[in-house]
């Protein structure tokens, strides 16, 4: 990647499902992904995305091959709190640290994990949403985008202020199934190996998405207060930098 800036698997992996997905384009899934990586990182380079998509092909064929994907091959959106698989989203015990630094519920200094506020598991089902409202955000009409959304009142899309000290939503993730997919590979939080846990233990990926996707929603669960709380208080241990 280019320097000063990095993509993770997860968001590689979410880059390669994006570009599967879109098969409108007469064009390759390689060039696709390249031509995507370049508009997502401003000064990425050719090369450097072509390291990226190199990287990510290599991590999705060292398991089953992505080359058979298709929708029917996501997880059903409900899962059960007691029966969490092996995936990166519902076993944050099974992830790679990303490095270190204040964990976004508990504020401590510590080795940290991804947490994807939209998990990966209601990815095909969010997505949908995002395409339904995409006639709307193009029109202007955010009331009824974010009625559609359905994703809970603390949920807010990103936007840049203008110069003249408007808001401007960034509408280019609506613009296809690959922005929409980049951009819900990237809406993360930076958390605590503990802290992924306890978050993970007491609400499932549905609710996760459409309720507790904002650091702030998740801190109005009443467990994962509590815990975060009695947490601050706690030395890292094992977890410190």
């Not at 994006?18 to 990425?44: F, H, P, Q, R, W």
């Not at 099974?94 to 508990?106: D, V």
Request: aromatic share 8%; net charge negative.
């Amino acid at each position: 990647s280019k320097e000063g800036s990095s993509l993770s698997i997860d968001e590689c992996d979410g880059i390669v499902e994006a570009v599967l997905l879109e098969s409108e384009s007469g064009k390759s899934v390689n060039d696709i992904m390249i031509e995507t990586l370049c508009d997502y990182l401003d000064e990425m380079t050719h090369d450097g995305a072509e390291n990226i998509l190199n990287q990510a092909l290599k991590e999705e064929n060292s398991e089953d091959g992505w080359e058979d994907y298709s929708d029917e091959d996501d997880e059903d959106l409900h899962v059960d709190n007691e029966n969490y698989d092996s995936d990166s989203d519902s076993d944050p015990d099974g992830e790679e640290y990303i490095g270190s630094g204040e964990c976004e519920l508990c504020e401590r200094e510590m080795k940290l994990t991804r947490h994807h506020l939209i998990p990966k598991h209601t990815w095909k089902h969010i997505t949908s949403r995002f395409v339904s409202a995409a006639p709307f955000v193009e029109e202007g009409d955010m009331e009824s985008a974010y009625r559609i959304l359905d994703l809970g009142d603390d949920f807010q899309l990103p936007s840049t202020k203008t110069t003249r000290g408007t808001e401007e939503y960034l509408t280019g993730i609506f613009s296809s199934r690959v922005q929409i997919k980049l951009f819900l590979s990237s809406y993360c939080a930076n958390l605590c190996r503990p802290c992924h846990s306890c978050v993970h233990g007491n609400i499932d990926h549905y609710e996760l998405a459409e309720r507790f996707n904002t650091v702030d929603s998740l801190l109005k669960n009443e467990n994962i207060y509590k815990f975060c709380k009695w947490a601050s208080k706690q030395k890292a241990g094992k977890y410190r930098c």
